[in-house]
């Protein structure tokens, strides 16, 4: 897959939501009780579902958390060959930044 662009930026909002509204489903979860788990609101997190707002990382691991998912379940198909993997502690050395 291609680096997204913004016109496919809201596609991929779109289909994260649909991940993580089947997620919720499967849990057995309602929009009201999955949003108390991680501080928001039902209404908010239907926006989440439907795509209206994209969903902060942060958000993400505090919905895969209460989901008891790996945010690859939401986000595998996008990384087919997860050759984008950053050794985040390697790049800080080499930037001087510890």
Known sequence: MALPTPD???????ELGAKLKAFRIAAGKSQIALG???GISGTQLQ????GS???SASMLIMLCHALKRDPMAFMA????D???KIDVRAASRSNGNH
């Open 36 to 38: 108390a788990a991680v």
């Open 8 to 14: 496919t930026l809201d596609q991929i909002d779109k």
């Open 53 to 55: 707002n994209r969903i």
């Open 47 to 50: 926006k989440y579902e439907n």
């Open 77 to 80: 198909e996008y990384f087919p």
């Open 82 to 84: 997860n050759s984008c």
